[in-house]
């Protein structure tokens, strides 16, 4: 990965001398993320730290994760990043480089899947009621109901309607019309809404249950430190949300697939435990689950726009659309065919 940011680079190294007496004359590029440019920067003799550019869209996210990890550090500590400073103009951010890896969710353990539960039991002690608590935004792609749900599924199918058709990529095209994806996705819906608790599909969640959420709490967000903790990064799309979509979201996640129902059950056990959830909640839980794997195939649907393309490609310039494109579509069928599995 080539180095891009040259100009603020050296602002930012400017900024992390005055700000620590280091010179961070170190830099490292790290192919990770799948919308912004992050780079490790260190001093010889002194710390490392995280830079991220982020890409320029409207979602706020300099803003959302830098606000959020600034106040979830003085209320989890280590569970999240520290956020050290921000440059809005330049559109970047610097934070605390956590130890720790991302591991496949297959490779997980029993005791690293608890930690994870307990991590998202901690940031759901906190509500909107919470001392000090700012007035965060819902996060990226939150909803409160079935209903917020089904208006996110529905937009992303628009916006691949709209695009599939012109697409720069022959396959793209070609699978837009080979595949009924509007009948498709209905037809999964239906099944799928069908199986929520009756009291779950009409019921708005009020105000003092929402709990933060990153929007994307999943293995390759979660670093696992050498001591079996773990740390929750990546918080740009933060925000308020249904704490059971971020926990749904957990087992449904595109990087989760290769996770063992054991150990499904056991991150579900041992956050109900944590959170002394009832027996309703667990039922509610698993009903969500199957929706958001159908809110999946949508996603990997608006994966094959060219808005989608463009924030990956300001991650990974290199990487070739083609494939890019290919994995989408690949992805989109797999999670057809889980789907269709799990309604047996």
């Known amino acids: 990965m080539a180095v891009l940011d040259s100009d603020v680079l050296a602002d930012a190294r400017a900024r992390l001398g005055a700000l620590f007496g280091y010179t961070f004359d170190q ?8 919308n912004n440019r992050l780079y490790r920067l260190s001093a010889a003799d002194g710390p490392a730290v995280l830079l991220k550019k982020y890409v320029r869209d409207d979602r706020r996210r ?3 994760e830098f606000g959020a990890l600034w106040f979830l550090r003085k209320q989890v500590g280590t569970l999240v990043p520290a956020a050290i400073l921000a440059d809005p103009d330049r559109n970047y951010a610097i934070y605390s480089f956590e130890s720790g890896a991302a591991k496949p969710a297959g490779d997980l353990s029993l005791a690293e899947v608890e930690a994870m539960a307990r991590g998202a039991a901690a940031l759901h002690a906190i509500s909107p009621d919470s001392a000090g608590c700012p007035d965060f935004p819902p996060a990226i792609a939150a909803a409160f109901s079935i209903e917020q749900t089904l208006r996110l599924i529905a937009d992303r199918l628009v916006r691949f309607e709209a695009a599939a058709p012109t697409s720069r990529d022959a396959d793209v095209r070609a699978f837009a019309a080979r595949i009924p994806v509007r009948a498709l996705i209905g037809e999964l819906i239906a099944r799928a809404v069908g199986i929520l608790p009756t009291v779950a599909r009409s019921r708005v969640l009020p105000r003092e249950e929402w709990r933060l959420s990153n929007a994307d709490f999943a293995t390759h967000n979660l670093l696992v430190r050498p001591d079996g903790n773990v740390c929750s990064v990546d918080w740009e799309y933060a925000g308020w949300d249904d704490p059971a979509r971020l926990v749904a979201g957990f087992l449904a996640h595109v990087r989760s697939l290769s996770i063992s129902s054991e150990h499904a059950q056991r991150f579900l056990r041992t956050y109900a435990e944590v959170r002394c959830l009832p027996e309703a909640e667990l039922a509610r839980i698993a009903g969500l689950r199957l929706l958001h794997e159908v809110e999946w195939a949508a996603i990997h649907l608006d994966g094959m726009t060219e808005a989608r393309l463009q924030r990956f490609l300001h991650a990974r310039p290199e ?6 494109f290919a994995e989408q579509i690949e992805d989109f069928e797999s999670r057809v065919a889980r789907v269709r599995e799990l309604l047996g």
């Open 27 to 34: 830099v490292e590029p790290i192919v990770r993320g799948r």
């Open 62 to 64: 300099l803003q959302r």
């Open 319 to 324: 990487e070739d659309t083609h494939v890019y």
